[in-house]
T-cell receptor, first 111, second 111 residues
Framework: SAVISQKPSRDICQRGTSLTIQCQVD?????MFWYRQQPGQSLTLIAT?????????ESGFVIDKFPISRPNLTFSTLTVSNMSPEDSSIYLC????????FGPGTRLTVT | TQLLEQSPQFLSIQEGENLTVYCNSS?????LQWYRQEPGEGPVLLVT?????EVKKLKRLTFQFGDARKDSSLHITAAQPGDTGLYLC???????????FGAGTRLAVHP
């Protein structure tokens, strides 16, 4: 298993601003994933982030809106850009091949 | 597009009752996982089932994987308030490391 931390744990942001979420893992991992969980909903995969290559985005998510960095094997960031109230969600990172281990999430509220 | 349909969406029961949650798809998955998520936390892996017809037991929880690897069920015996949470099934898409999540079942167990 892996221990994953995320920062910030929660934030309230104004419309039109951007927020960068950090994900730190206690061991080196190849694949990291970013998910969105809208209020009362299940998880939707935003993108897969591999170290040394561009992130792969799922349908409905684009790099301009959700730029991702993966500078090394233990760290990744997800930026939510030009936010609107519809971006209010929990954002989760996870690691693992097959079985995945999740961070505690970042609860974002956009006003 | 691979989809996982999970039912019921909500379940409110009394302590000591039994319950079953279902996860169905028209697609075949190489494995299927069950997670539990509590408020303010990321999902925590409960079990992974890989072989068609497989049954796994985790204390009062019994997990089954359908023979055709398209469906799964979670049965909880003598539910306790500590079982309260969001239960998510997730299928691993063969050849990829992407998890496809069901909509989730929100379980409330009342003392």
């Amino acid at each position: 298993s892996a221990v994953i931390s995320q920062k910030p744990s929660r934030d309230i942001c104004q419309r039109g601003t951007s927020l960068t979420i950090q994900c730190q893992v206690d061991s080196q991992v190849t694949m990291m994933f970013w998910y969105r969980q809208q209020p009362g909903q299940s998880l939707t995969l935003i993108a897969t982030a591999n170290q040394g290559s561009e992130a792969t985005y799922e349908s409905g998510f684009v790099i301009d809106k959700f730029p991702i960095s993966r500078p090394n094997l233990t760290f990744s960031t997800l930026t939510v850009s030009n936010m609107s109230p519809e971006d209010s969600s929990i954002y989760l990172c996870s690691v693992g091949a097959g079985q995945q281990y999740f961070g505690p999430g970042t609860r974002l509220t956009v006003t | 597009t691979q989809l996982l349909e999970q039912s019921p969406q909500f379940l409110s029961i009394q302590e000591g009752e039994n319950l079953t949650v279902y996860c169905n798809s028209s697609s075949v998955f190489s494995s299927l996982q069950w997670y539990r998520q509590e408020p303010g936390e990321g999902p925590v892996l409960l079990v992974t089932v890989v072989t068609g017809g497989e049954v796994k037991k985790l204390k009062r929880l019994t997990f089954q994987f359908g023979d055709a690897r398209k469906d799964s069920s979670l049965h909880i015996t003598a539910a306790q308030p500590g079982d309260t949470g969001l239960y998510l099934c997730a299928g691993l898409s063969g050849g990829y490391n992407k998890l496809i999540f069901g909509a989730g079942t929100r379980l409330a167990v009342h003392p």
